[in-house]
């Protein structure tokens, strides 16, 4: 597992900081880092406790104390939203994490045995594939209920297929490399083969594909949230929040306007510095040809 | 390849379902019912029977349109796919034509401009297209269209009027994709040797690119299309639920919180039959426009 994080850690230093050079890659991985930060100190940060109600103070339009307005239970907006970072994003990067890794590691030996168990993977995940996410979503959290565990399961088994798919891509297009026959006929065991010099070299376009696919996630989390089935009260989450503010739609409309903005501006950055890493690293016909 | 994957599919679906925890036979019974009242409902739903006889069963009845009856809304599920169906499919199709025809023109436009604005406008409407929620958007619309300027109704399913923001808003995501692939498909063809050789013709750029470059780049439009079909039955889901339009997705969330198992089977299944009809329409048009696919094929 060495030289895989050794790779990772090779692609971090230089790709990252060429995705830095231009000034669009700049802008988003700076809000992205500052977005982390906030998700991690959110507890020190938000203004207000984001579960306080103050009811003689609810549907406050945005303005002094509270800068964003507060809900129909008079909770702080900004506090909700600042702390909802934390839960989109960590529920995202769970579960896209879970995603990869297991994507990873079912692509890889599809892509390296073959045979029966190459056609049966490869079957179930195009069969999942041609699903959209939200109804494959919507189904498992039907079966295992509702709440975060479940929403984070919900995600990565959405996006599973995608990354089965695209390592496989990557094995399959490797194995027939020169250096690989080499190794394979120097005697090597598959498990050296594959760990050593299969994954790592195809590690690059799965990692940026992941890093996109968090932002996807953050749109079914809030998705998901939205429909109820997501954060339970009082937990905040931007869907959640999103959810609760549809009956206020006309009363106080900054109650889903503020988490909205907090998910759209959070998807364009991730997908901007997706784009710029893409760029840096020169992949983008490995990530098509999945 | 469509039937083991039918089968398969057919299979899951039937399988899912009956995963999911709870029991319709609970939403069903009154208080104080005995025993025997609740074993004569399951018998009378063949919910006793081993889950192989049921599977049978289901493929069998589906195969003369019967859909079985929803337990829960106590109607035959063939009448309520039939009631809903029509306004999925009106909505489906109004947002997938507008998908492509704007699509296939904002991704020309942003191809073939030389105007720095109207590409930045492109690329970040592209952009936003394929990241902002399809929820928030909808009630954004909602907030703006149909309350401060009450163009437009809030929900509901009455005249044209209210198939206006569904399908504007469905179709941001749709026209952000096929805008994005027709510009790239385009930018790939240009570059081409036989474009290069059509230049030297003394052909104009207009005709080069009505004629030449727009029919080869739309073999991967068409390809994308006919696999998004599911997609934009996904996306209808979320915006039925948000303007309160009758129609599959509301059918299917609502069963789905009422655990109404043959309605969740028969909504999927039509979502799963979309899906295939989409990829099997993909391959013959691609078929149909591409001499190269055909000759590979024979």
């Not at chain 1, 190794?183 to 299969?198: D, E, F, R, V, Y």
């Not at chain 2, 809030?154 to 027709?182: D, K």
């Not at chain 2, 005709?207 to 997609?231: D, E, F």
């Not at chain 2, 089977?265 to 329409?281: D, K, P, R, S, Y």
Request: net charge positive; proline share 5%; glycine share 10%.
């Amino acid at each position: 597992m060495t030289s895989i994080s050794s790779a990772v850690l090779g692609l971090r230093k230089t790709a990252v900081s060429r995705a830095f050079g231009s000034w669009l890659g700049r802008i988003a991985g700076g809000f992205l880092i500052l977005l982390v930060l906030t998700a991690i100190f959110a507890p020190w940060i938000i203004p207000f406790d984001y579960a306080k109600q103050d009811l003689m103070n609810g549907n406050a339009p945005p303005g002094w104390p509270h800068l964003l307005g507060t809900d129909q239970f008079g909770r702080d907006v900004l506090s909700r939203v600042i702390y909802g970072a934390r839960t989109s994003l960590s529920v995202s990067a769970t579960a896209i994490s879970i995603s990869v890794s297991v994507g990873m590691a079912l692509g890889a030996a599809a892509g390296y045995f073959g045979g029966f168990f190459e056609r049966a993977v490869m079957t179930v995940v195009d069969l999942t594939w041609s699903f959209p996410d939200i109804l494959i979503a919507l189904i498992f959290v039907a079966i295992i209920g509702p709440g975060l565990t479940s929403t984070t399961f919900a995600i990565a088994i959405a996006y599973l297929a995608q990354f089965t798919r695209l390592t496989r891509a990557q094995i399959v297009r490797l194995k027939g490399e020169t250096f690989i026959e080499a190794t394979i006929n120097l005697g090597a065991k598959p498990s050296h083969i594959l760990l050593k010099h299969l994954l790592p070299n195809a590690i690059a376009p799965v990692i940026v594909v992941g890093m996109l696919a968090i932002g996807d996630g953050i749109v079914l989390e809030a998705t998901l949230g939205f429909f109820g089935l997501g954060a339970q009260p009082p937990t905040p989450s931007w869907g959640a929040m999103m959810s609760s503010g549809t009956a206020q739609l006309f009363l106080s409309p900054w109650v889903i306007i503020f988490p909205g903005v907090a998910v759209a501006v959070t998807v364009i950055a991730v997908n901007l510095f997706g784009d710029e890493l893409i760029r840096a690293l020169d992949i983008r016909d490995r990530i098509k040809g999945a | 390849m469509l039937i083991p994957v039918s089968i398969s599919i057919s299979v899951v679906i039937f399988m899912i379902v009956h995963l999911l925890p709870g029991d319709p036979i609970d939403n069903l019974i009154r208080v104080g019912s005995s025993p025997d009242d609740r074993a004569r409902l399951i018998a009378k739903y063949g919910l006793d029977q081993p889950l192989f006889t049921q599977y049978f069963r289901w493929i069998a009845a589906m195969f003369q349109g019967d859909f079985g009856d929803a337990i829960v809304l106590r109607r035959p599920v063939a009448d309520l796919i039939a009631q809903n169906l029509p306004y999925s499919l009106q909505l489906g199709g109004l947002a997938f034509a507008f998908s492509s025809i704007v699509g296939i023109i904002f991704g020309t436009i942003s191809a073939v401009t030389r105007s720095a604005a109207v590409a930045n406008f492109m690329r970040g409407f592209i952009l936003l297209g394929s990241t902002v929620p399809g929820f928030w958007l909808a009630l954004l619309m909602i907030l703006f269209f149909a309350v401060r300027l009450q163009w437009f109704p809030v929900s509901g399913a009455r005249g044209w009027e209210s198939l206006v923001l569904p399908v504007l808003t469905i179709g941001f995501g749709g026209v952000a994709l096929v805008a994005r692939v027709t510009r790239v498909a385009l930018m790939d063809v240009r570059r081409e040797d036989f474009v290069v050789l059509l230049h030297a013709k003394g052909l104009s750029s207009t005709s080069i690119l009505m004629r030449h470059l727009l029919p080869h780049a739309m073999l991967p439009v068409v390809t994308i299309l006919a696999l998004r079909i599911g997609w934009i039955l996904g996306g209808a889901v979320t915006v039925e639920f948000v303007f309160g339009r009758p129609g599959l997705g509301s059918l299917l969330i609502r069963a789905l919180g009422q655990r109404d198992y043959p309605v969740v089977q028969a909504c999927l299944l039509m979502l799963a039959l979309a899906v295939m009809i989409g990829t099997l329409v993909g391959d013959v048009a691609q078929a149909a426009m591409d001499p190269r696919v055909r000759e590979a094929k024979k």
